[in-house]
C-alpha cells in the first residue's frame, strides 16, 4: 500500500520561502506510471493544484503560482519537494501532496496533508 | 485559463438520488474524475476516467462525462455519503479543479 507523507515547518514568516517534503513508501517513486504533485487548501476554501512533477523532473505548475513555485524529486530518497517563495498570509494553506496516475488523469493516492501557517 | 464550475451546495433526503454537476467548456473531451472529502480529511477518488470506480467504493456511486458536464451520481444517498465533492480535469497542461460541492444528506 502506496503512502505519501508530508513534512516540514508549520509556521513560516512573510516573504520568507515555503518548502515541504514529502516522503512516498511502499513504492518507488521511480516509476514510469505515475507524476508526483502538490495541491493545497486553505480553511474552509477548494483545492487549489500547485504543480506536478515527473520522475525524469520535468514540471508542470499552476500558472496563477509559476513565478514563486519550484517542485523538485530526489529519487534516491524516494521524496518528492515543494518551495514556495515571497509567501504571505494568502499562502496559508493545508498542503497536500499526492500522485498522479498517468493514462487516467487523477490522483490515486494522498498524503494527509500538512498546515502551513504564514505569520510574523 | 480552463475552469470548472459545480454548485456550491446540494441537498438530499436519506435513499434518494443525488446528482452533482461539473461544467467546463468541451470537458466531455476530457477525462473527468471526483473527489470526495470529509472533514479533517484528505480527498478520496470515488470516480475517474468519468465513470470508472475505483476498489472499494461503493456501486452506489457513478458518473458520466458528455458534451460540457460531467455528473457525479450517488443513488441511495447515505448518511455517510454527506462530504464535500470536487470534480477535477486535466487541461493541456495543467490539473484544474472544480469549486467543489457541499452535499448534504437530510
Known amino acids: 500500500q502506496v503512502q505519501l507523507q508530508e513534512s516540514g515547518p508549520g509556521l513560516v514568516k512573510p516573504s520568507q520561502t515555503l518548502s515541504l517534503t514529502c516522503t512516498v513508501s511502499?513504492?518507488?517513486?521511480?516509476?514510469?506510471?505515475?507524476?508526483w504533485s502538490w495541491i493545497r487548501q486553505p480553511a474552509g476554501k477548494g483545492l487549489e493544484w500547485i504543480g506536478l512533477?515527473?520522475?525524469?523532473?520535468?514540471?508542470n505548475y499552476n500558472p496563477s503560482l509559476k513565478s514563486r513555485v519550484t517542485i523538485s524529486v530526489d529519487t534516491s530518497k524516494n521524496q518528492f519537494s515543494l518551495k514556495l517563495d515571497s509567501v504571505t498570509a494568502a499562502d496559508t494553506a493545508v498542503y497536500f501532496c499526492?500522485?498522479?496516475?498517468?493514462?487516467?488523469?487523477?490522483?490515486?493516492?494522498w498524503g494527509q496533508g500538512t498546515l502551513v501557517t504564514v505569520s510574523s | 485559463s480552463y475552469e470548472l464550475t459545480q454548485p456550491p451546495s446540494v441537498s438530499v433526503s436519506p435513499g434518494q438520488t443525488a446528482s452533482i454537476t461539473c461544467s467546463g467548456d468541451?470537458?466531455?473531451?476530457?477525462?473527468a474524475c471526483w473527489y470526495q472529502q470529509k472533514p479533517g480529511q484528505s480527498p478520496v477518488v470515488v470516480i475517474y476516467?468519468?465513470?470508472e470506480r475505483p476498489p472499494g467504493i461503493p456501486e452506489r456511486f457513478s458518473g458520466s462525462n458528455s458534451g460540457n458536464t460531467a455528473t457525479l451520481t450517488i443513488s441511495g444517498t447515505q448518511a455517510m455519503d454527506e462530504a464535500d465533492y470536487y470534480c477535477?480535469?486535466?487541461?493541456?497542461?495543467?490539473?484544474?479543479f472544480g469549486g467543489g460541492t457541499k452535499l448534504t444528506v437530510l
Open positions: 512533477i515527473s520522475t525524469s523532473g520535468s514540471t
Open positions: 499526492a500522485r498522479w496516475l498517468l493514462g487516467t488523469d487523477h490522483f490515486d493516492y
Open positions: 511502499g513504492g518507488s517513486i521511480s516509476s514510469g506510471s505515475y507524476y
Open positions: 477535477q480535469a486535466w487541461d493541456s497542461t495543467t490539473v484544474v
Open positions: 468541451k470537458l466531455g473531451d476530457k477525462y
Open positions: 476516467r468519468d465513470s
